[in-house]
C-alpha cells in the first residue's frame, strides 16, 4: 500500500472514526480531525500525505479549507466528501483544484482506492521535485522565495543554511513581503517537517484569554473554565511556533514567553506543574524591534534572545528586478488553481508592473495575478502607474526610456534574443548595440542562468 499520511476531517465523530477505522485496516496511516483549522497546521510544502475532507462542516468549510492548502502546495491532493444531490458542488470543487470527490454514504474499498492513487500522485511529485533539485533545475525553495535580486538570492542562501537547524529565527520585513512564507520554508527545511506548524497571529490573540491561548488552562482556573484545555504551544509539540507580528504581544506575557524560550517548558493557568516543550521558535516583525525595546514597547532581553539569527525579507521596492519573474509565476499558478488556460503577458503590462510602487508587496502582487489570471484586467491604469522624471533633462529621459523597454522585453522574454528584437522591430545587430550602449547583460534575464538561448 502507498506510504504516506492522510489527514482525515470530519466534524460528525462516528463517521470520521469508522472512515478512518476503514483506511488504517486498508494499511494507510490515518490521523482524523474534527476541525478543518487544525489541519492547516499540519500541511506544507513538504507534507508526505494527502487531505481528505466533508465540505460541509462548521466553522471553514471542506473547500475553503482546500483552498487555503493550495495556496501552501497546490500539488496536495484533496479529496471532498459531498452529500447526496450535491453533484454542482461536487464540480465545482473539480474546477478549483480538488484531486476527486466521492458521494456519502460510500463503500469504504472505494475510498481507498481513491486515496491510494492521491497518495501515489503526492509521491511522484515529491520525488520529482527531489530529482529536479538534484539535476541543478530550481529546488523547492527556488520556487517558494522567488527572485533573482542579490537580496534573495542571499535570503534564499541563510534559509538553506538555518533550516536544518534547530536555531530559533527572527524574520523582519513590511507586510505581504513573504515572511511567512519563509518561515513555512525554513520549517520544513528543518528534521520537525513532518510535525506541526503552528502559526500564531500575536496581534488577533484576545488581550483578555491570550495566555489561555498560548498556555491552555485547568479546569477551573478562571470563570468559564469548564474542563483543562490544550494552548497552543502543546499541540505544537516536537514542531515549529511562529509568533507572527511579535512585536504586538504585551510587555507581561513577553517576560513569560521569554521563560518559555530560554527553558523549554511551559505552566498551564491553574496549574503549577511544568510540562516539557519541544518546539522550535520562529518570530516575524514589520516594525523594528530594537527601536521599540529602546522606546519601552518591546523586551529588550526577549529580543536578544530572538535575534541570534535574523532574517530579513525585502519589500518589493527594493527588488523591482523580480516583479516580472514573480508576477508570470504568481499568474501561472492563479490560472492552474482557478483552472484556465496560460494566461500571455505582454512587455507593456510587464513596464507597467515594473514601474508602479506595491506598499502591500507580494501580497498585493499576487491579487493583481488572480485578477489578470481571471481576464479582469490590472486593479491600476498605466497613467496611475507612471511617474515623472522631474528634473532631467530631455536626453536622459530618452535613454532611461529606451533602457527601461529593452530590460521588459528581455525579462518578459526570459533573456531570449531573437523575440526581443523582433518584438522591438530592431536587427539583431541594433539591439546589440543598445545594449551594450546602456550596459545590459541579457544573463540576468535568462530563464535558466546557466542558459545559452538565442
Known amino acids: 500500500m502507498s506510504a504516506g499520511k492522510v489527514l482525515l476531517i470530519d466534524d460528525e465523530d462516528e463517521l470520521r472514526q469508522s472512515t478512518a477505522q476503514a483506511l488504517d485496516l486498508a494499511g494507510l496511516s490515518v490521523e482524523d480531525l474534527a476541525t478543518a483549522e487544525r489541519a492547516l497546521d499540519l500541511v506544507g510544502f513538504g507534507f508526505k500525505g494527502i487531505v481528505i475532507t466533508d465540505i460541509r462542516m462548521p466553522g471553514m468549510d471542506g473547500l475553503t479549507l482546500m483552498n487555503r492548502i493550495h495556496a501552501l502546495d497546490r500539488d496536495i491532493p484533496v479529496i471532498l466528501f459531498t452529500g447526496h444531490g450535491e453533484v454542482q458542488l461536487a464540480v465545482r470543487a473539480m474546477r478549483e483544484g480538488a484531486f476527486d470527490f466521492i458521494e456519502k454514504p460510500f463503500p469504504s474499498g472505494q475510498l481507498t482506492e481513491i486515496a491510494a492513487r492521491a497518495l501515489d500522485y503526492r509521491r511522484l511529485v515529491l520525488e520529482n521535485r527531489v530529482l529536479r533539485a538534484a539535476a541543478g533545475q530550481s529546488d523547492d525553495i527556488e520556487q517558494r522565495i522567488l527572485g533573482r535580486s542579490n537580496a534573495m538570492i542571499d535570503l534564499r542562501r541563510k534559509v538553506r543554511t538555518v533550516g536544518p537547524t534547530d536555531a530559533d529565527v527572527l524574520i523582519v520585513g513590511p507586510t505581504g513581503s513573504g515572511k511567512e512564507v519563509t518561515a513555512r520554508a525554513l520549517h520544513d527545511l528543518s528534521g520537525r517537517a513532518q510535525k506541526p506548524f503552528i502559526a500564531i497571529n500575536c496581534a488577533a490573540l484576545p488581550a483578555n484569554l491570550i495566555e489561555s491561548e498560548l498556555f491552555g488552562h485547568e479546569a477551573g482556573a478562571f470563570p468559564g473554565a469548564m474542563r483543562a484545555r490544550f494552548g497552543k504551544f502543546e499541540h505544537a509539540q516536537g514542531g515549529t511556533i511562529l509568533l507572527d507580528e511579535i512585536g504586538s504581544m504585551p510587555l507581561d506575557v513577553q517576560g513569560k514567553l521569554l521563560r518559555v524560550i530560554q527553558e523549554r517548558v511551559i505552566t498551564r493557568l ?185
Open 270 to 454: 491553574g496549574s503549577n506543574e511544568p510540562l516539557p516543550l519541544d518546539v522550535r521558535f520562529l518570530a516575524t516583525s514589520k516594525t523594528d524591534l530594537s527601536k521599540d525595546a529602546a522606546d519601552g514597547r518591546f523586551r529588550s532581553d526577549l529580543l536578544y534572545r530572538l535575534n541570534v539569527i535574523t532574517l530579513e525579507v525585502p519589500p518589493l521596492e527594493d527588488r523591482r528586478e523580480d516583479i516580472p519573474l514573480l508576477f508570470m509565476q504568481l499568474v501561472t499558478e492563479a490560472a492552474s488553481r482557478y483552472r484556465r488556460d496560460p494566461v500571455a503577458v505582454p512587455p507593456h503590462v510587464i513596464a507597467a508592473l515594473s514601474e508602479r510602487k506595491w506598499p502591500g508587496n507580494v501580497r498585493e502582487l499576487r491579487n493583481a495575478a488572480d485578477r489578470y489570471a481571471l481576464d479582469l484586467g490590472l486593479p491600476f491604469t498605466n497613467e496611475e502607474s507612471s511617474a515623472p522624471d522631474g528634473g532631467q533633462r530631455l536626453a536622459e529621459r530618452v535613454a532611461n526610456f529606451e533602457r527601461g523597454v529593452i530590460e521588459n522585453a528581455l525579462r518578459a522574454h526570459g533573456g531570449r534574443i531573437k523575440p526581443v528584437y523582433e518584438s522591438l522591430g530592431l536587427s539583431r545587430k541594433s539591439l546589440y548595440e543598445k545594449m551594450q550602449k546602456h550596459g545590459i547583460d541579457r544573463r540576468q534575464f535568462l530563464l535558466e542562468p546557466d542558459a545559452e538561448v538565442e
